[in-house]
């Protein structure tokens, strides 16, 4: 198919469109990051992002609107496949899964003895179903083999930890999920490290870096590369930054990560060379007729854009994968993995 001059404005709009959905930080927020690591890395960040608006208890409800709403209007529930509408099946009383949904705090509120502003903090406060909920308690997050799953329609899992390190009860969410849970756990240990040293449980170190103990760290560096950075957390990212008027810096850069905890401690953090040949994971897209394929290292997640910048296609694969697209015409494809994002024009 040949490009137009009218495809070709279309195709850069929606690639435009595309890019601003990435979680585009204000020019500037992030400025005074480059050419630190490890802790000093870390102090910026919190410099940048620890002072924000705190929300009252009651607001989480319409915030939640905006964070964490399904294209379908239904809230976006992490723990369970129910469907959830606004307003109307808010917790009061459960006893079964699908009952209602409430605030979990992913971070439990006992760790840090229900102070504020962590207590309203969107930014690891999700809408959950209140059984599933209820079931995970304060229990650390964690991996285990068997463990209690309490319906069909839950998500996530109850039971001794299976994670070298540790063998003490944990919750362990889905695997879709677990670089979400990573990606705010990283963030509480940024924006409260003035007081992180004080929250107490059996994932955290009790200091203000590295914040968690050695198996806990490890996990969430496993999960937060494991499941890189979704459209779900990007738009959410946006969505939180409009409430509360900071961001998850490991959002919009997961990179950020490996130099403040991961393989880079002792590598300067660059945009420059945030993505360069050395991180560079080889993301390939083609297209054939009626399909476009995606091929990269490890896991990924995608969105397809077509005609209006209307979302065509998302999901999340690992290795390749290949996905359908009803009618000809110009695409754009946009694929991240934790150590970048490509976006890609093709024609079908």
């Known amino acids: 198919m040949k490009l137009t001059y009218q495809h070709t404005a279309l195709a850069l709009a929606i690639v435009m469109a595309a890019g601003q959905a990435q979680a585009q930080a204000p020019e500037g927020y992030y400025d005074g990051i480059e050419g630190k690591c490890a802790r000093e890395l870390k102090t910026e960040l919190f410099e940048i992002i620890g002072d924000h608006e705190q ?21 976006w529930d992490m723990y369970s496949d129910c469907v959830f509408e606004f307003g109307d099946d808010q917790c009061g009383q459960y006893s079964s899964v699908g009952d209602c949904y409430n605030r979990e705090h992913s971070f439990p509120k006992s760790w840090f003895d229900d102070g504020y502003p ?7 406060l999700y809408p959950t179903d209140g059984r599933v909920n209820g079931q995970r308690g304060n229990y650390p997050f964690g991996e285990c083999e068997g463990g209690t799953k309490l319906s069909n329609l839950a998500r996530g899992r109850l039971g001794n930890s299976t994670f070298p390190g540790y063998s003490g009860r944990v919750f362990e ?16 240990a940024t924006a409260y ?12 170190a009790h200091n203000s870096y590295p914040c968690y103990v050695d ?4 996990l969430l560096l496993k999960w937060h590369r494991q499941d890189p950075v979704s459209q779900k957390e990007v738009d959410r990212n946006n969505a939180v930054y409009e409430w509360q008027g ?18 880079k401690m002792d590598e300067a953090f660059g945009f420059s060379n945030a993505i360069d040949e050395h991180n560079r994971a080889d993301i390939a897209v083609t297209a054939t007729d009626g399909s476009v394929t995606i091929a990269a290292e ?11 910048s209307t979302v065509a296609a998302s999901g999340n694969g690992e290795g390749s994968t290949t996905v359908a ?24």
């Open 325 to 348: 697209l009803e009618g000809k015409g110009i695409y754009i494809v946009k694929v991240t993995n934790d150590r970048e994002t490509v976006i890609s024009k093709v024609a079908l």
């Open 118 to 124: 962590m207590y309203t903090d969107l930014f690891h």
């Open 173 to 188: 969410p889905d695997d879709e999920y677990k670089g979400d849970f990573a990606r705010s756990y990283f963030y509480m």
């Open 55 to 75: 929300l009252s208890y009651k607001q989480l409800w319409s915030a939640f609107r905006d964070t964490d709403r399904r294209e379908d209007g239904t809230v």
């Open 246 to 263: 900071n961001r998850n810096p490991y959002i919009d850069y997961p990179q950020l990560v490996e130099h403040v905890w991961g393989d």
């Open 215 to 218: 198996w806990a760290l490890e």
């Open 298 to 308: 490890g896991s990924f997640a995608y969105a397809i854009y077509g005609m209006g």
């Open 193 to 204: 490290e003035d007081r992180f040293a004080s929250f107490d449980s059996e994932m955290l």
